[in-house]
């Protein structure tokens, strides 16, 4: 109804008559208003072109509930990693095509269309096809993805961490109250009893498998004091190890920065936390022998250590000595007075040789100074006033050497070998020479 009373897509005239105008309808939803409404019935319609123009969509899940009605049957699928289903239907030809009958717990891919009813405006899904997934579809999916997954490298041995040589507190993720849980605890104290656990229960199997051992991860991953992480689970069918080849899960071990064992199922299961694993133990039993040592074994190294190390400081001891005697029996450490000897010996020869040396230096020298005092003293004027020279010299103190430098009267003083004599000069012009005595020839 319009604000006039009318119906809406009716128009008004002047003589107050309504006529049915839709025309006069709002385009989209969005141009709806209070004032201007759809019809039910055209909202119905848009509802279903737009859901017929949807396209078909290949799903998968789990059948939770089957019921057959007639040539119908309705289906309740349920994901497969979360909790959320679906309701299908479908058809008997669809049925028909099967080659196995449909079950609940049965794995199927469908492929659904959306179906809306537009006269009670009911949407349902219908199934146009539907196919169980086998034991062989879901390994080729495995290995498709485990062939990704090693193409990006999430399984390469650098990306491996050693596990720690004795872990304090272990991480233990498995079912709760399950077998896989009680072998790792017994295997582990048996074979060190002061071994911690942290241990978190979650579900091993089903549509919440998955959030559940990765939260578990993550929260034990965060621990600084955990020092390694198992990941039990015992035995079972493929299906029920599917959680532990999801990509999700794989990721979150790759990503982990706590060394991570992997101990699925028995020796022949292989999902793909093995390959991203730091190490894959065949069994839960065989990842407690692995991750914590045997105390026996290591008190037995430990003495057998112990006795090499015994051993090793005897051998050692052996050998010095032996050295030492060898040493000793040399003749320098047998009698070092010998070699104090000789060097003795050196010394008072290099002393004698050095004293003969100086000696002789001495006299060579003293022979020269002697020669060389007796050269100088034949050359002293005493040694010629000795032989009756004598030196005359006037007032002035000046030699005389000529008569003119000592005239009549003139003081002089005569030096001779033994001493002054003073004189006065008589001036002559004549040289006073006497002949020379016997003595003087001689």
Partial sequence: MNHDGAPVGTVVTAD???????????????????????????????????????????????????????????????DVDAEISLSLTVWGTVLDRLTMPLERGSRVVARLKADF???????????????????GDLLARIERLRQALSAEGLFASHRKRALPALPHRIGLI????????????????????????????????????????RSALLELDHMPEVDVIIIARGGGSLE?????????????????????????????????????????????TDAAKRVVPDVSEELQRI????????????????????????????????????????????????????????????????????????????????NTLDRGYAVVQNEEGDVVRTPDQAPLDSLLAIRVAGGRISARSETSKKPIIESPTSEDQK
Avoid at 331 to 360: C, F, K, N, W, Y
């Fill in 240 to 284: 029920d190890l599917l959680a532990f080849s999801n990509e999700d899960l794989v990721r979150a071990v790759s990503a982990a920065t706590t060394p991570i064992v992997s101990a699925i199922g028995h020796e022949a299961d292989h999902p793909l936390l093995d390959d991203v694993a730091d190490l894959r133990a065949s069994t839960p």
């Fill in 117 to 135: 009813w537009v006269k009670t405006g009911r949407l349902s899904m219908q199934a146009w096809d539907i196919r169980p997934v086998g034991l």
């Fill in 16 to 78: 107050s008559s309504v006529s049915t105008d839709p025309t006069t309808l709002p385009e989209t939803a969005g141009e709806t208003s209070a004032d201007q409404p759809w019809p039910l019935h055209v909202l119905s319609e848009k509802l279903k072109a737009h859901i017929e123009r949807a396209p078909a969509a290949w799903v998968e899940g789990q059948v939770i509930e089957l019921n057959k009605r007639g040539s119908m049957c309705f289906v309740t699928l349920r």
């Fill in 174 to 213: 498995t079912g709760r109250d399950s077998d896989a849980e009680k072998d790792v605890l017994k295997n582990a104290r048996l074979r060190w009893p002061a071994v911690e656990f942290e241990i978190r229960e979650v579900a091993v199997q089903g549509v919440n498998a998955v959030s559940q051992i």
């Fill in 303 to 382: 003495r057998q250590a112990r006795a090499q190390l015994s051993r090793c400081v005897d051998q050692l001891m052996s050998r010095e000595t032996e050295r030492l005697a060898h040493l000793r029996s040399r003749p320098v450490l047998a009698q070092p007075s010998g070699m104090v000897s000789v060097r003795h010996d050196d010394l008072v020869r290099l002393r004698d040789r050095s004293t003969m040396a100086i000696e002789g230096a001495v006299a060579r020298e003293a022979d020269r100074v002697s020669h060389l005092r007796a050269h100088v003293r034949s050359l002293s004027p005493q």
